[in-house]
């Protein structure tokens, strides 16, 4: 069965410091894999997303994301943090039948000035 | 190019009623799926359409329906509505397995 891990609820972090934010998968078949963020009283924003190819993947606001096969994870990363970047992070997984998305429960970061 | 509108905003329903909630996807998609996403948890697929037709769902009994109409709007239905069903619904449309674009949700509340 597919199935999406964040294991950290909250992550803290200084401003102009790394961050990553931790997401592993269980799914058949190769996955599709997506970081979405959510603002406060807002939808969900697409961040970046692996399907095929480079393990590292590059998206919004400075984000990227590097797919581990071996590990089966996902995490999101971003070399230097900004207050603004303080949001709700999702990861997910799409199966290659498509038909189904799963989103794991959320890691809310918390960029510190 | 317009983004994904959902109406209503918010709704207040009691428990046993029924309730109609509305989705225009993004133009050119046609894929869309229904979320529910209880406060401080992520988003519980509820099901996908796919050209008008449901092509997924997840773990949510038959009082949870929905509909996709060729202009790309979509409806999700719930009936004899429980406390739990509180929660904010989020609708979605994609081309293909491609990334979502999510609508600003509507919040019900079930009293």
């Known amino acids: 069965a597919q199935s999406v891990a964040q294991p950290e609820d909250q992550v803290n972090v200084a401003e102009g410091n790394p961050l990553t934010v931790k997401c592993t998968y269980s799914?058949?078949?190769?996955?599709?894999l997506f970081w979405y963020v959510q603002y406060p009283n807002r939808g969900l924003q697409f961040l970046l997303k692996y399907i095929t190819g480079d393990n590292l993947v590059k998206g919004s606001y400075g984000f990227e994301a590097e797919f581990n096969k071996s590990q089966t994870s996902f995490h999101l990363k971003k070399p230097s943090a900004l207050v603004s970047d303080s949001a709700l992070y999702f990861c997910a997984v799409r199966d290659t039948g498509g038909f189904k998305t799963i989103f794991g429960a959320g890691t809310r970061l918390f960029v510190k000035a | 190019e317009t983004g994904v509108t959902q109406s209503p905003t918010h709704l207040i329903k009691t428990r046993g009623q029924q309730v109609t909630l509305r989705c225009s996807s993004q133009?050119?998609?046609?894929?869309v799926s229904w979320y529910q996403q209880a406060l401080g948890q992520g988003p519980q697929f509820i099901f996908q359409?796919?050209?008008?037709?449901?092509?997924g769902r997840g773990n949510f009994p038959p009082r949870f329906s929905g509909l996709q109409f060729p202009n790309y709007s979509s409806e999700l239905n719930v009936n004899a509505l429980e406390l739990d069903d509180s929660a904010l619904y989020l609708c979605a449309s994609s081309w293909g397995l491609n990334e979502q674009f999510f609508g600003p949700g509507t919040r019900l509340t079930v009293l």
């Open positions: 359409y796919y050209r008008e037709e449901e092509n």
């Open positions: 133009s050119g998609h046609n894929t």
């Open positions: 799914v058949s078949g190769n996955p599709y």
